[in-house]
């Protein structure tokens, strides 16, 4: 909990990418393309709120680049195949 | 016990995964995107390969649509609508032009107006209306999103319609397989119905034409044809949807990562864990919001 509290400026931008994201995702549901831009750009804006975050903690390694990138790759899979199937 | 070990291994962190649950590893979350691309390949597969059973048509029978929209009249205390067989077919007729000219709206490229297939299949109306869907796995989905809608609802809660007429199509549109339901309103234009049905049948290509005086003729060739076409519909039921399959596996895998998230979270706070990594608490809102999009988004559009 004090790591959230020390970091609350950078969560603050997460959810604001996790909101615009949604917002985007639910306001545009009749443009498919749209959708699918605003998951892509959620994913790549989660990757680099993880290597912004990490790099200004000092603990970024590759293995956790990784981590966002396969996370962020798989929540695109997700949204993108709910997309696809409306 | 071998089995319990096995669940500690996937879902706690421990000295067996390195104290991170090893569905959270990346190349176990890597192998988890394959597999959902994978099914989503199966399912385009299946889907072609079996269409009756892997379909878009899942449970959309006319009669269905017409029962659940006099449900709502009578629920707000107007007079349920009569099936017109006119009706029915220009409907089809109007479905059937969208899928052949590939659009998805209300008047066709060319100008077509929805009132033309009224007057083309002889149906003169005092009063008309239109709704349209597609993509719904069901006719209640599909009259629920019409009546949260204000137009629509207006349409099926107008006081001055009489008849109603549904046309259900199957096909492809701009490339990617649907259903459409049309939903026709009238109310006759002399009071009673006029049916000069044979009128209709030059006119399935819904090449909008007037039709000057009623002829009739007894043999309604085009109503039957569109009976049997909407019955197909009926009869190729789907009895899987690829947008439920979809999304119960996506809030399956997504619940899970979330469970799992919560568990390292807890785990990790109070064992005092130090390890090399991203911040679990980030991944646990990042896939929470994807449980949101897809327990909101829904398959369908209504215009």
């Known amino acids: ?86 | 016990m071998r089995f319990l070990r096995l669940l500690r291994h996937l879902f706690i962190p421990h000295e067996s995964n390195n104290q991170k649950a090893k569905l959270l590893h990346s190349s176990s979350l890597a192998i988890l995107a394959v597999t959902l691309i994978a099914f989503q390949l199966v399912l385009g597969f299946a889907h072609r390969a079996f269409p009756k059973v892997l379909g878009y048509a899942a449970n959309i029978s006319p009669a269905e649509v017409i029962r659940l929209t006099n449900v709502q009249r009578t629920a707000n205390g107007l007079n349920p609508l009569s099936e017109n067989s006119t009706l029915d077919a220009a409907a089809l007729a109007k479905g059937n032009d969208m899928l052949a000219k590939g659009y998805w709206a209300h008047f066709a490229p060319d100008g077509t107006s929805p009132w033309s297939f009224f007057l083309s299949f002889g149906y003169k109306y005092k009063y008309a209306g239109e709704n349209l869907a597609r993509d719904f796995p069901d006719a209640s989905s599909a009259v629920t999103a019409w009546m949260n809608s204000p137009s629509h609802r207006e349409n099926i809660l107008n006081p001055n319609y009489e008849d109603i007429g549904i046309g259900v199509v199957e096909g492809s549109l701009a490339g990617a397989d649907t259903t459409i339901i049309v939903q026709f309103f009238g109310t006759p234009l002399s009071g009673s119905p006029s049916i000069p049905v044979a009128q209709a049948k030059g006119n399935t290509t819904a090449t909008p034409k007037p039709v000057p005086v009623p002829t009739l003729i007894p043999t309604p060739v085009p109503v039957a044809a569109a009976t049997l076409n909407q019955s197909t519909i009926g009869a190729s039921l789907s009895f899987i949807s690829p947008f439920t399959s979809t999304k119960n596996i996506s809030l399956l895998v997504t619940g899970i990562l979330i469970l799992v998230l919560s568990i390292d979270l807890i785990v990790v706070r109070r064992n005092r864990i130090m390890r090399i990594g991203g911040r679990t608490l980030a991944h646990l809102a990042f896939f929470g919001m994807i449980l949101a999009v897809i327990l909101i988004l829904k398959a369908g559009q209504i215009i």
Not at chain 1, 16 to 44: R, T
Not at chain 1, 45 to 58: D, F, N, P, Q, T
């Open chain 1, 1 to 86: 909990m004090r790591a959230f509290v020390k970091d609350i400026s950078h969560y603050f931008v997460l959810f604001g990418i996790l909101i615009a994201s949604f917002a985007g995702l639910i306001l545009f549901s009749y443009d498919k393309n749209f959708q699918i831009a605003v998951s892509l750009a959620l994913a790549l804006a989660y990757i680099s709120w993880g290597i912004v975050h990490h790099y200004l903690h000092k603990d970024l390694h590759i293995e956790t680049i990784l981590e966002y990138i396969v996370i962020a790759f798989l929540g695109f899979v997700i949204i993108f195949s709910i997309i696809i199937r409306t």
